[in-house]
C-alpha cells in the first residue's frame, strides 16, 4: 500500500477491490455454468473455395446464459485462461464436439471433421493428447474427424511441452492448423518444421482483400508459399463474395465466413450434413 503521509498504509484501493470481487463472481458463475451444461458449441462451415463443399466446421464455444442469452467466448475464454478453467472447458469441448460426431453418425447424417481451438494454457497443462484419445475411443470416432487450432502466437516459444504434444496428437492421427496466421512472427519453414497442416489466414488480412492491392499481394505471398511447402489455405472472416472471387483466383483451398454462413446451433448444421452427397 502507498504511505497516506501519516505514518499508516492505504491497502485499501476500492476499484482493485471491486474487479478482484467481480473476477471471483464470475469464475463462480462459469464453474455453475459448465456444471449446468450451459456451455455450448455453435458450428461454422469451412467450405471448398472452388465446389462450395463442405470441407469441415470449426466448434465455437457459446455460453448460453439463462437471463443474458447467448454469451460470446471473447467475453469469457481470456478469463477462463487466466484463472485456469480453460483447462475444463477444453475438455468439455473436445468432449461434445465428439458426442455430436456420434450423435450425428447414429442419424445416419455424412459427416466432416469438427476443428476445436485449443489454447497454449491447454498444452502447458498437459494431457489433451490423452484427453482427446479417450473421447474418440469412447465414441469409436477415427481421429481424422478431429482437427486442432492453435492460435500462431502459441507456438511461439516452441516451448518442449507443446512440440511434444504437437508430435502426439499428430501421431494419433489429428490435423494441426495454425490460427490467426499472420498475427505473429512465426515464419512459414518454422511451421513447416512442426508439420502444421493448415494455414488460417487471419481474418484481418481477408478485410483488405480487395481494398489494396497490397491486401491481395500479402495473400498471394501465402498461398504460394504455403502450397509449395505442402499446406493447405483458409481464408476467415470472408465477408463478401468480392472476397471469395479474389480468394477463389489466388488458389486459397477453402473459405470461412459470414458471407457463406455464420455459426450456428448443432441442429442447424444437422441440415446442411444432410445435404451433403452421401457415400
Ligand atoms: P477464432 O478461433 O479466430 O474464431 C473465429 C471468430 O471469428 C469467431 O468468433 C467467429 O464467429 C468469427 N467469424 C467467423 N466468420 C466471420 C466473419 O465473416 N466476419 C467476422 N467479423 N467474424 C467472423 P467467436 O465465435 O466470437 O470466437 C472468438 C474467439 O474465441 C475465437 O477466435 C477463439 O479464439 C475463441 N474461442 C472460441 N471457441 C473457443 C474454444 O472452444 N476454446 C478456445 N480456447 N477458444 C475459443
Ligand atoms: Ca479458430
Ligand atoms: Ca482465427
Ligand atoms: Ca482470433
Known amino acids: 500500500g502507498k504511505s497516506d503521509g501519516k505514518g499508516q498504509y492505504r491497502f485499501f484501493d476500492p476499484s482493485l477491490y471491486h474487479q478482484i470481487k467481480s473476477r471471483t463472481l464470475l469464475k463462480q458463475h462459469l464453474i455453475e455454468a459448465i456444471e449446468r451444461d450451459q456451455l455450448q458449441l455453435y458450428y461454422q462451415p469451412r467450405v471448398d473455395t472452388h465446389s462450395g463443399q463442405l470441407c469441415s466446421m470449426e466448434a465455437l464455444v457459446r455460453w448460453i446464459h439463462p437471463e443474458q442469452g447467448v454469451i460470446p467466448p471473447l467475453d469469457f475464454i481470456p478469463m477462463a485462461e487466466s484463472n485456469g ?3 475444463r472447458i ?4 473436445i468432449a461434445q464436439a465428439c458426442a455430436q460426431l456420434a450423435q450425428w453418425r447414429a442419424q445416419a447424417l455424412p459427416l466432416v471433421p469438427i476443428s476445436v ?5 491447454q498444452f502447458s497443462h498437459g494431457g489433451i493428447h490423452r484427453h482427446l484419445e479417450a473421447q474418440l475411443a469412447r465414441h469409436q470416432l477415427p481421429a481424422s474427424l478431429i482437427e486442432v487450432e ?6 511461439l516459444g516452441e516451448h518442449e511441452s507443446i512440440l511434444a504434444q504437437l508430435e502426439a496428437l499428430r501421431a494419433l492421427g489429428v490435423k494441426l492448423h495454425v490460427d490467426d496466421f499472420g498475427t505473429g512472427y512465426s515464419s512459414l519453414s518454422q511451421l513447416q518444421k512442426l508439420k502444421m497442416d493448415v494455414l488460417k489466414v487471419d481474418k484481418a488480412f481477408t478485410s483488405q482483400l480487395g481494398l489494396s492491392t497490397e491486401g491481395r ?3 498471394q505471398a501465402i498461398v504460394s508459399m504455403a ?6 489455405v483458409v481464408a476467415e472472416g470472408v465477408e463478401t463474395a468480392g472476397q471469395l472471387n479474389i480468394l477463389r483466383d489466388l488458389g486459397c483451398n477453402e473459405v470461412q465466413g459470414y458471407y457463406i454462413a455464420r455459426p450456428m446451433p448443432a441442429q442447424d448444421m444437422a441440415g446442411l450434413l444432410q445435404q451433403l452427397p452421401s457415400g
Open 90 to 93: 477444453g475438455e468439455l469441448v
Open 85 to 87: 478453467l480453460i483447462v
Open 217 to 219: 499481394v500479402f495473400f
Open 150 to 155: 492453435i492460435t500462431e502466437s502459441a507456438m
Open 117 to 121: 481451438n485449443v489454447s497454449p494454457k
Open 227 to 232: 502450397h509449395a511447402l505442402g499446406m493447405t
